[in-house]
């Protein structure tokens, strides 16, 4: 369901020409699913960037051209693309629209903060800086129970959520 609303969404933004590429960041367990749904359902050709594909992509760009400037659709492996080593070329490079797959394991929850959470949260942060970017962020369990988490999460979507006042009517207006 997921999967399909948010793909039904990019597909539009394509076709009405509000994007010009998609780039869609998920686990790697899931990266093959989320490319055969794009092709089979939506007609896109989408280039799977995880470690054991990465090289051969490169292979394929021109000098100093990103994968991302080269493939307008990309499943990547958020894990993968989360590292210092990737994440400032993919934030440079990537397309206006993304979907962020299991967007809530792109936050802390205000108690424990690894540093995989944390360069996922870096990661995310900085797409949604980009105000021209189109940034979908896909979740079936947008809230676990963690105010603080909630909070990080739609705090991506607009930084004065972060701190709203969701017990009265003038904040959960402003997070509708």
Do not use: M, Y
């Amino acid at each position: 369901g997921k999967t399909i609303e948010s793909a039904l969404v990019a597909a539009e933004l394509l076709a009405i020409g509000e994007a010009r590429g998609l780039a869609v960041l998920c686990s790697p367990a899931l990266a093959e699913q989320w490319a055969q749904e794009l092709a089979t359902k939506f007609a896109l050709d989408p280039q799977l960037v995880l470690p054991s594909t990465v090289r051969r992509l490169e292979r394929e760009c021109i000098a100093g051209e990103s994968v991302f400037e080269r493939f307008p659709v990309t499943v990547v492996s958020t894990d993968f693309i989360k590292s210092d080593r990737r994440r400032h070329e993919f934030v440079r490079t990537c397309p206006d629209l993304v979907i962020v797959d299991e967007a809530h394991t792109c936050v802390s929850d205000g108690d424990h903060v690894g540093r995989a959470r944390t360069q996922r949260h870096e990661l995310v942060e900085a797409l949604a800086a980009d105000a021209e970017r189109h940034l979908l962020l896909v979740t079936a369990t947008p809230h676990s129970g963690k105010d603080a988490t909630f909070r990080n999460l739609i705090g991506l979507l607009d930084p004065e959520l972060h701190v709203v006042d969701l017990e009265q009517v003038r904040g959960r207006e402003l997070l509708a």
